[in-house]
Structures are given as C-alpha cells and as structure tokens.
C-alpha cells in the first residue's frame, strides 16, 4: 500500500456539501482545494485534508446504508491557543456548541457541530511548567 505523508484526510459525510464548504472555510480557517458541482469537496487546514462528501458522492454511495444514519462520537480535533476567544469568535458568529467547555490534565476543549452533525473538537492543551 502506497502513502500520501504530505498530509492526513479525513472524510466527512454531510448533507449539504456548499453549507459545510462555507461553515469550514468561514469559521474555522480551511481553505477550499476543490469543489466537484455539490457533490463532493476537498478543504484543508495545514496537514488536515478533509473530504466533504455529499449524497451522490463515490464516497457515500459506498457507506452501508445501516450505517449511514447519524454521524458518531468520532470527530476531528483542532488545537488553538486562546480557547475562551474562540469560543466567544465561534459564538457571535452564530454557532452553537454542542458540550460545554470541559477541562482536564490534558487541556480543555468544547464541541461543535457542522451543519450536516459532525463533530469539531476546538482544544488548547494545558500548560505545561
């Protein structure tokens, strides 16, 4: 099996694939790569490449159809260094958090949701001394 190191994908499977374009690159610094006429989208983010995948995309057309329901706990996972002014930036923008911001020894992050029910993770790790 060949790899593609130049960066990591991920795919999403949304049910509106410009409204995912616009919440990704809008809110949460992606940039679009490729769009294929609303079925399928390709935005990064630095190292992330994430595959924005719409009905009548390859991608879910190969999901099984009993686990193309809701999506799971499973998301992606993006560090930031002032997580209280991300939440306030996300916030006044409109979007809504779908946990309330947690802490632990690790750090402290909080969730959202994009328009099709992914889940973003935003997390700023914790100080180390």
Known sequence: MSTHEEHASVRYLVDDVEAAVAFYTTHLG?????????????????????LLSGAASSGAKATPTDRA???????????????????????????????????G???SQVLLADPAGNLVEIFQPAQRE
């Open 30 to 50: 992606f940039s679009l790569e490729m769009s294929a006429g609303g079925a399928f989208a390709d935005v990064r983010r630095g190292p992330l490449r994430l």
């Open 69 to 103: 329901g809701s999506p799971g706990r499973n998301r992606i996972h993006l560090v930031v260094d002032d997580l209280e002014g991300e939440v306030a930036r996300l916030g006044d923008a409109g979007l809504t958090f779908v946990s309330d911001l947690v802490s």
């Open 105 to 107: 020894p690790g750090g």
